[in-house]
């Protein structure tokens, strides 16, 4: 079983249309987040939600909305997508601070 | 506030030659240090922490780090590389918050 999974692994969509990126972990981990990850691999955090509730929203566009249904959940929705949003998204878990379990990535490509 | 700083964005090496990829933190509290590994086109893998006691961490894929306090330090080593460890790694660093530095490219040359 894959500890934090992510799908799809990749996405090709045309600019502004809505796209949606799901994540599952089953670790039982209470944190989960999102990073994005630039075309220079630059790794920058999105999101973070700890037990359902956000708790960090890092300077990134409205048109990205976090979704946390449960737990082990944590989708992200993407509206209106721009050429720019080209990326690698993953998705993470941790527990506490002894590191995070990341998932293997999303490859979104604007066209 | 937390920094990482990776100063070597890129590094080749010669096979089988030892390799030392740098990593510099900086911290008002007290933190504990990461290091990942990303292979192309794949996900983030955790080769080695450090959260406390012995400042040499062994890690896998026979990578080590040292913890180094009062030069505020994280290197990764590894005395032998061979072509499969030609990937990207990222030093981490988690005090209140966790952060990554910009990455350093591992290429290993034949």
């Known amino acids: 079983d894959t500890a934090v999974s992510q799908t799809p692994k990749y996405l090709v969509t045309q600019m502004g249309n809505d796209k949606s990126i799901k994540c599952e972990q089953n670790l039982g981990h209470d944190t989960m987040y999102w990073y994005k990850q630039d075309s220079k691999k630059f790794l920058k955090i999105m999101f973070s939600y700890n037990n359902k509730e956000l708790i960090i929203n890092e300077t990134v566009p409205n048109r990205f909305s976090p979704k946390s249904p449960d737990k082990a959940h944590l989708n992200l929705h993407i509206n209106s997508l721009e050429l720019g949003d080209s990326a690698v998204y993953f998705c993470?878990?941790?527990?506490?601070?002894?590191?995070?379990?990341f998932g293997s990535g999303t490859r979104l490509t604007v066209v | 506030a937390q920094s990482v700083t990776q100063l070597d964005s890129q590094v080749p090496v010669f096979e089988e030659a030892p390799v030392e990829l740098r990593c510099n933190y900086s911290?008002?509290?007290?933190?504990?240090l990461f290091w990942y590994v990303q292979y192309p086109n794949q996900g983030l893998q955790l080769l080695l922490k450090?959260?406390?006691?012995?400042?040499l961490v062994k890690g896998i894929n026979g990578f080590e780090a040292e913890f180094n306090k009062s030069q505020t330090s994280f290197h990764l080593r590894k005395p032998s590389v061979h072509i499969s460890d030609t990937a990207e790694y990222f030093c981490?660093?988690?005090?209140?918050?966790?952060?990554f530095g910009t990455g350093t490219s591992l290429t290993v040359i034949p």
């Open positions: 911290s008002s509290v007290s933190v504990y």
């Open positions: 981490a660093v988690n005090g209140n918050q966790f952060y």
């Open positions: 450090y959260l406390s006691g012995s400042t």
């Open positions: 993470a878990s941790s527990q506490d601070r002894s590191g995070y379990t």
